[in-house]
């Protein structure tokens, strides 16, 4: 078996973590169960992992995507998984460290231009997101 990764990239305070939690909240309400319990990672509150049981699936998530050796760990971590969908910053998939797994999918969010300063992102895009990653894997 083949762990499948979807990443979900963007620039730091971008919305990847609020994203994930809100894929977190949405397999709750899908009747996914939860195998592994939500846990912090790391220092920041925000940033967690956890494992879900969803349509015979086995699926990690994985917030903390700043560090390269934290995600490299969560690649091993949960290879035995038929998904893992993590978080991954600009900063950290540029670094020629970081190599991602071939079997992947990465989807990129983006700032709503209006408030790039502000790096708030529209829901809508978050929203876009979550679709496409249940889609990916429900499929």
Known sequence: MSCKVIGIIG?????KTTTLNELFDKLKEL????VENKQQVGNDERDFSC??????KKIAIFTMGD???YLKTAFKT?????YLICA????VLNRKTMTLPDNRELFYIIRDEKD???SIVRKEKR?????????SITY
């Open 51 to 56: 494992v879900f049981s969803f349509h015979e």
């Open 67 to 69: 560090v390269v050796k």
């Open 31 to 34: 009747n996914a169960t939860v």
């Open 127 to 135: 929203e876009d997101v979550i679709n496409k990653v249940l889609s």
């Open 116 to 118: 790039a300063e502000k």
């Open 78 to 82: 949960y290879s035995p998984c038929d």
């Open 11 to 15: 620039e730091s305070n971008v919305g």
């Open 88 to 91: 991954i910053s600009n900063d």
